[in-house]
Structure formats: structure tokens, C-alpha cells
């Protein structure tokens, strides 16, 4: 146990988070049982060490962080550990990667009916179904998503701001007031090219190349989160992984999943099964009609986010399916994104229509709300396309 303290002091002490994630405010920490999703790379554990430093002191050892990573838990369940923590008067433990131990729901469901004093946090993976596919955890623990930086946060991060978030009707119409509030602390035309090449994923700051650790974590989300946690054989990966490839090589389109099927030599069903995968670890979203939803097929599928497409394939990049990639990305924490009609590019929570450009078009409707690229300020149903980067 000494041990663990001595690593969650050094730990804590050394943690710097760039930027104060807005989920640290929207997570009521009164309850006893809280999970935290987030797909690789998005900074979960730099967001429990803060945590850990804004509402303890380390001397007090009342809060500790432990990583499943540790070969030490190889020999001792989640439960047992617990208890030994509480019983020495911890009130506080933070589980990093919490599904590498196999029994690790029902040791927390023993914890939560056993340790009544006892909160507990944990991270996990954004391909865990915490309440569908653990059953015990039912009713107990409240799950939250950790997403990458916005580009509000970004932002904020290039200049020193405290630039603050803005409701998507916030957006809609007010947002030549809001634009003209931004302006004078910041130009974000300046930053938004490097957001969408590399400022998704906060390891952009470390002195490493981007684009070399991004395939890594890609790799790693691949390697862990898929086939790890969907216990799938190491066989299947080479198929898992030249499908990503072939779906990113021709998005945004409607898969033709009897093609996808043949090109990795499977079923259209476990074609199907793979991309439902691939969503949940956060590495592509699927977009679909009006009323429709999994397990039918998506009528496009896109990248998660800007910066996967910079590193997949850039030598064909265009600059719309860029920008309707940030926008999708950016709309979809709190609302719902759908494919639009001919005229527009999604329908948002079913009836607003957005038309994602990148130039100034002659033809306006007034039923559409179009995202401009190139401009700092908008007018009436045009809003700069940044803007949306606001959202969170």
C-alpha cells in the first residue's frame, strides 16, 4: 500500500492539465459509483490526477489513484484491494484502465453494497457498455463521457483564455454577438487549421511526433479496446484493421457492406458487427436517416474526428468532408446528428437543417443554417463554421 502512495503523491504533484476540462463541473461527485468513457488518448488518467489535486491533499492519504496496468493486481482483486484501503481510513479510490481485471464489475458492485463510506471512480474505454453488458452495475454507477479537446479548448490553450462554452441555440441566434465577445481576445481563424490537423487529441503536446503516436494510439485502440474487451481472437485483427482502412479511404458514403464483406473475407453480419466496433471505440461515426438506428446500415459513415483523417490517408483530402467531419464531431456530445437530405449535410435533433460550406454560396435559404468556413463573423443564418467548436 506504501507503495501505491508514494506513486499517487509523485503523480499528483506532477500533473499539469493544460486546460480544465468543462466535464470536471458537470460530474456531480456526491454519488458513490462514477465511470468515466473515453476513447485512448483523450486524457482520462490526467483527468482523475486532477481531480485528485483540486479536492485533496496528499498528506491526508484519504484519496488514492491506482493503475490496473500494475502487475500487483494480478494477485489481488479490485474488492480486496479496496477493502484494505478503506479499512486504513481511504475515502476516496481513483481505478485507472479498471478493465483489465476480468471480475472488475462485480468486485465494484462488492465494494459499492460492502463499503458503504467508499467512493469510487473509475475510467474505462468508450467500447465498454457499462450498464448493458454489466448488469450488476445497474442502477449504481453513473457513467460520463471524456471527450478530446474542443476547439474552444484549444483555443484557450494556444492563447490563455477562459473562453467559455455556448448552448447550440446560444449559437443559432446569437452568434454575431458572441463572435464580436470572442474577437477581441482571441482570432480563431488563426488556430482552427491546426485543431482540425492535431488539437482532437491532447498528446499533441508532448514532444513527439503527432502524427506517429496518433497511429499508435489507433493501433493500440485496435489492439486493447476492440478486441480485448469484445474478446475477439488476435486473428480477426488484420480483418478489423483493413476494414477501418477501406472505410476511411472512401468517407463519407453509404458502406457497401456486401463489398466490405468480400474484401475482408467475411459475412455482411460481422461486417456490420466490426463497424459498430469501430464506432464505439471512437474511430468512426455512423450517420443515419431520420428514425433509423443500428443495427440498420448507416446511410454514411465518417471519420470521428478531423485529425484521424489527416493521419489515415491525406494524400486525399477535401475540405468540405473536413469541416462536415469536425462539425458531426463537435454536434454529437449533446445532440443528435443525422444524414440530410440532398439540399443540406445533417439534420440535427430532427429538425434543424445545416448546410456545412466552405465558400460563400449565391442561394440562401432561410430554413437552412449554413456553416461558413473562411470568415470570422456571420450574418442571420450564416455562423462561422469555428463557432461550432463552441459547443463544449
Known amino acids: 500500500m506504501e507503495s501505491f502512495f508514494r506513486t499517487h503523491a509523485y503523480l499528483v504533484e506532477h500533473t499539469n492539465a493544460p486546460v480544465r476540462r468543462a466535464l470536471m463541473d458537470e460530474i456531480d461527485w456526491n454519488d458513490r459509483l462514477i465511470g468515466i468513457k473515453g476513447t485512448r488518448g483523450v486524457g482520462k488518467t490526467t483527468f482523475l490526477l486532477q481531480y485528485a489535486k483540486e479536492h485533496f491533499r496528499t498528506e491526508n492519504r484519504d484519496c488514492l489513484y491506482i493503475n490496473l496496468n500494475n502487475f500487483y493486481f494480478q494477485g489481488k482483486g479490485i474488492a480486496e484491494f479496496a477493502t484494505e484501503f478503506y479499512h486504513a481510513g481511504g475515502k476516496v479510490l481513483l481505478i485507472d484502465q479498471v478493465f483489465k481485471q476480468p471480475d472488475w464489475s462485480s468486485d465494484l458492485r462488492k465494494c459499492y453494497d460492502t463499503l458503504p463510506g467508499l467512493k469510487i471512480v473509475f475510467t474505462g474505454s468508450s467500447v465498454m457498455r457499462l450498464k448493458t453488458e454489466n448488469p450488476e452495475l445497474n442502477g449504481i454507477v453513473k457513467s460520463y463521457n471524456l471527450r478530446g479537446f474542443s476547439f474552444r479548448e484549444f483555443l484557450n490553450l494556444q492563447t490563455g483564455n477562459n473562453l467559455h462554452p455556448y448552448t447550440l441555440d446560444d449559437i443559432l441566434h446569437r452568434h454575431e454577438q458572441i463572435v464580436r465577445e470572442i474577437l477581441p481576445k482571441a482570432s480563431p481563424l488563426k488556430y482552427f487549421q491546426d485543431y482540425l490537423h492535431h488539437g482532437f487529441y491532447p498528446f499533441f503536446l508532448e514532444k513527439r511526433n503527432f502524427s506517429e503516436n496518433l497511429l499508435k494510439t489507433m493501433n493500440m485502440m485496435l489492439e486493447v479496446d476492440i478486441l480485448l474487451i469484445k474478446q475477439i481472437e488476435l486473428k480477426y485483427l488484420t480483418k478489423i484493421k483493413k476494414l477501418l482502412y477501406l472505410l476511411a479511404v472512401d468517407s463519407p458514403v453509404t458502406p457497401n457492406v456486401s463489398q466490405l464483406a468480400e474484401d475482408i473475407h467475411t459475412s455482411r453480419a460481422t461486417v456490420m458487427n466490426y463497424i459498430k466496433y469501430l464506432a464505439d471505440a471512437r474511430l468512426i461515426n455512423m450517420i443515419y436517416k431520420k428514425g ?3 443495427p440498420k446500415k448507416p446511410a454514411k459513415i465518417m471519420m470521428h474526428n478531423s ?16 469541416l462536415e ?6 454536434a454529437w456530445k449533446d445532440h443528435k ?3 440530410g437530405d440532398k439540399d443540406i449535410s445533417f439534420l440535427v435533433d430532427e429538425e434543424l437543417r445545416f448546410k456545412i460550406s466552405p465558400n460563400e454560396g449565391r442561394k440562401h435559404m432561410p430554413d437552412i443554417f449554413y456553416a461558413r468556413d473562411g470568415i470570422e463573423i456571420g450574418r442571420g443564418n450564416e455562423i462561422p463554421v469555428w463557432l461550432f467548436g463552441f459547443l463544449y
Request: charged share 30%; glycine share 0%.
Open 307 to 322: 485529425n484521424l483523417m489527416y493521419v489515415i490517408y491525406p494524400c486525399r483530402l477535401d475540405r468540405k468532408d473536413i
Open 292 to 294: 433509423e438506428t443500428f
Open 337 to 339: 446528428v443525422d444524414k
Open 325 to 330: 467531419t469536425f462539425f458531426q464531431n463537435t
